[in-house]
Structures are given as structure tokens and as C-alpha cells.
């Protein structure tokens, strides 16, 4: 019995330590976290029932992973229904090993807060905003990106030659 026991005590414990907590935000939140950011960010809007974020997210990991030197970050902001948070949102990236900090976003009318992302955005998925506060670099892509096309917007974007 003790020995069950001991088991399942180290089953949870190796279970939580893959299990990065997913944060709520608001746009404000976000808005923020971008504005007092130094690094060169790639923030991802993405959702567990959109094939295509799916598709990308990996390679996501991969290119932003080799330009950490250059201060590159990945951020996944789930755009998930609010019954998917958090732990169907958890288990997904777990189940698929993301590594890179995700947060959900807690708002419900995308016709108010995508404008403040980017005036153009519709609304669909996977978008990703660029974002290099200390060049002024700003690129918004509402589509899925083929790696090599999101290893360019990098290279822009933290101004590798």
C-alpha cells in the first residue's frame, strides 16, 4: 500500500512539472506585457480546434528556439472558448509538448479587441504579430506561415543580416 502510494505521490509530482500554468489575460494584459517587453516578440493567436495553428505551432518552437540569442520570444495567446480554460488548453500543450509560455485570452468580443491588435485583422486564425520595440518593427500576419516565411519576419524583426 505504501508503495501505491509513493507511486502515484511521484506520478503527480512529474505530471505538475510538465504542466505550465496558463495565465488569463485580458487585451490590456497583453498590451502591456508587449509595451514593457526588451525582447523580440512573436505572438501567436491560436486556438486547439484551428488545424492550421496546430499545423505551425511547432516549427514556432524551432525557429524562434534558435534565435533565442537574439532575445526572441514565443508567446501563444489561446483565443480557446472559455470553457476550454484551462484545463483543456493545458492538456493539449502538453500532449504536444509546447514549451513556449501560452496565456488565454479573456475577452469575448474579437470585433472590439482584434482592431487593437492590428486594424486589419478579421478575426481568423493563426495570426501572429511581430513586434521589435526597440527598432519599431511591427508586422502583423493573419495566415498560416510556412517556416521559412516565419524565419524571414524574425530575421526582420530582431534585425538579423
Known sequence: MKRILFLFLIS???NSIDAQPIKRWKMDDLLQYAA???SVLVINFWATFCGP???EIPYFHTVTKKYK????KLLLVSLDFK???PKKIRDFAIKRKYTAEI???DEEKPDEFCPRIDSAWTGSMPATLFINKKTGYRKFVEAEMKPEDLEKEIRLAAAVK
Do not use: G, M, T
Request: hydrophobic content about 40%; glycine content about 0%.
Open 69 to 72: 540569442d537574439q532575445h526572441v
Open 103 to 105: 496565456v488565454w485570452l
Open 12 to 14: 503527480c509530482f512529474v
Open 53 to 55: 495553428c496546430i499545423a
Open 83 to 85: 470553457e476550454y480554460y
Open 36 to 38: 514593457e517587453s526588451d
